[in-house]
């Protein structure tokens, strides 16, 4: 009896991991294929199957407001992503190689409040204050100068810790033996520094194109007239039902992601690959 019970009690150990992993997959993906398959959908309504149709994503190609909040939404996200990571490094560099100037509690404070902070909170502080400025100078309109403003200062937050844990990490003595021969200070962090925290950039980089690609609260609050980001635009027809050419829209952005997870984990299996076969290959030389 004793050793029905323990067969079975193992059993139940091997599998029930994995059904609650199957489960766990199911939750995730099942609504996101729902979608890809309303997208091919020939009937609007998403309950009735109308047969297998490219309808909706011709006429995604044709939809201006679309085209138009794509074309702010991937502009500022670069503008975004670009500047963050250059405020991003020169914060991280205060923070990590002068740890005992005045007043550095209070920068680290301020760089890191937004990371906890709520957006609602971000966003409804930045409108008063630029309403405040506007009435004081005229300027700035709300758009997408705005908008900007307010994913740089979330973005920059990101990428100062994302830089930050990558430079406490980094060997000095490579910075110094730079220095000892003869390098200057800019030499050795455009030479030294900055090839070796490429990959912490290139990751900040990523995640603030990201984050302002995605925002859709801090677009709320800051944008006006003409100014409507992508998401906005999504999240305007979903609140008035299900629009077939949102799902149309969703689809041709998992297929863009998937491509690029795909060719990303490639050419880094590649990379690795090869690092893999020059330590065999130095290992093998006399």
């Known amino acids: 009896m004793s050793r029905g019970l323990s067969r079975v009690s193992g059993r139940s150990a091997r599998w029930l991991p994995r059904v609650w992993l199957a489960l766990g997959f199911a939750f995730l993906y099942v609504p996101i294929v729902a979608l890809v398959v309303a997208a091919f959908n020939a009937s609007p309504l998403a309950s009735v199957w109308g047969g297998f149709s490219l309808r909706w994503f011709v006429a995604l190609t044709q939809d201006k407001e679309v085209l138009h909040g794509l074309k702010l939404s991937l502009g500022i996200a670069l503008c975004t992503a670009t500047a963050a990571v250059v405020l991003g490094t020169l914060a991280a560099l205060a923070l990590v190689r002068h740890p005992r100037f005045g007043g550095r509690t209070l920068m680290a404070g301020m760089v890191n409040a937004p990371l906890v902070m709520p957006e609602v909170i971000i966003g409804l502080s930045l409108l008063l204050m630029l309403v405040s400025v506007q009435r004081l100078l005229g300027v700035p309109e709300r758009g997408w100068l705005t908008i900007w403003l307010g994913h740089l200062l979330v973005g920059m937050a990101y990428a100062t810790v994302v830089i930050q844990a990558r430079l406490q990490t980094l060997d000095r003595a490579l910075e110094e033996a730079a220095q000892d021969l003869g390098a200057r200070p800019l030499q050795v962090f455009f030479l030294v520094t900055l090839p070796m925290i490429a990959p912490s950039l290139a990751s900040a980089w990523l995640l603030t194109f990201t984050l302002s690609m995605d925002d859709v609260v801090i677009a709320a609050f800051l944008s006006g007239p003409g100014a409507t980001t992508l998401p906005l635009v999504v999240f305007s027809r979903a609140r008035l039902g299900l629009d077939p050419s949102v799902n149309a829209l969703a689809t041709v952005v998992i297929g863009v992601v998937a491509l690029a997870v795909i060719g990303g984990s ?21």
């Open 266 to 286: 490639y050419a880094l299996a590649r990379l690795e690959r090869r690092r893999q076969l020059d330590v065999a290959r130095a290992h093998r030389s006399p």
